[in-house]
């Protein structure tokens, strides 16, 4: 198995330009998490899904943010429009149980400037 | 100036040496935890869970110690390598959340 593939591994784009990080879970895997990571918060839990369907999207810090997963193999987390501050790295991870651990992604760098 | 951001906490050690990474939890409902490891320029990685029921699990060169009476669990490393030098996050589990909360994370430098 690949692992969770995540694109792109870099992005870096002008502040008002719309983005998207796209994630591909582990085969099997029921639930798929977006997490943000900076030196400021940490790991942040933005939201997650349990067979393709959202269950807390609490943590998505504006309306700018928004999350889809059409099918089981593939999610998207777009940024519109982006800010400076939504620079971070972010990450998508997938499990087939919470309570076997989560599988992370490389992660996707995002410098908005 | 003033520093912003969080402030990890730290752990040095020498190459060969033990490690031990300590996390406190906070919800004494959590009945599964898990460390996991974070290399530069990676996600983070799995290394090793308990149960609540359990208080000592082991797994290769690492040993998780789970204390449910001060809300604590610790991750001990045994003859640490320079490629252990990361950031350790403790996660717990609540049951019926659905989710993982994971810790701010531990740095650990091995120096050889």
């Known amino acids: 198995d690949a692992g969770v593939i995540q694109s792109p591994r870099h992005e870096v784009t002008e502040m008002g330009q719309e983005v998207t990080l796209r994630c591909k879970p582990i085969?099997?895997?029921?639930?798929l998490f977006w997490y943000r990571q900076t030196m400021m918060r940490g790991l942040e839990l933005l939201i997650y899904?349990?067979?393709?369907?959202?269950?807390?999207d609490s943590g998505m810090p504006e309306d700018r943010f928004s999350a889809k997963m059409p099918n089981a193999s593939f999610s998207t987390l777009k940024i519109q429009p982006s800010e400076p501050r939504d620079s971070a790295v972010y990450f998508c991870?997938?499990?087939?149980?919470?309570?076997?651990?989560?599988?992370f992604g490389s992660g996707t760098r995002l410098t908005v400037v | 100036g003033e520093s912003v951001g969080l402030h990890l906490p730290t752990l040095s050690v020498q190459e060969g040496d033990n490690s031990i990474i300590n996390c406190a939890y906070s919800?004494?409902?959590?009945?599964?935890f898990i460390w996991y490891k974070q290399e530069s320029g990676k996600g983070p990685q799995f290394i090793i869970d308990?149960?609540?029921?359990?208080d000592k699990r082991q797994g290769q060169r690492v040993t998780v110690l789970l204390n449910k009476t001060v809300k604590h669990l610790s991750l001990q490393i045994a003859a640490t390598q320079p490629g252990d030098s990361a950031v350790y996050f403790c996660?717990?589990?609540?049951?019926?959340?659905?989710?993982?909360?994971f810790g701010d994370g531990t740095t650990l430098t091995v120096k050889p």
């Open positions: 991870a997938s499990s087939s149980s919470t309570y076997y651990g989560y599988t």
């Open positions: 085969s099997g895997h029921n639930s």
């Open positions: 899904f349990n067979n393709n369907v959202p269950i807390d």
């Open positions: 919800n004494s409902a959590s009945d599964y």
């Open positions: 308990i149960r609540s029921n359990m």
């Open positions: 996660a717990e589990v609540i049951p019926h959340a659905g989710k993982s909360t």
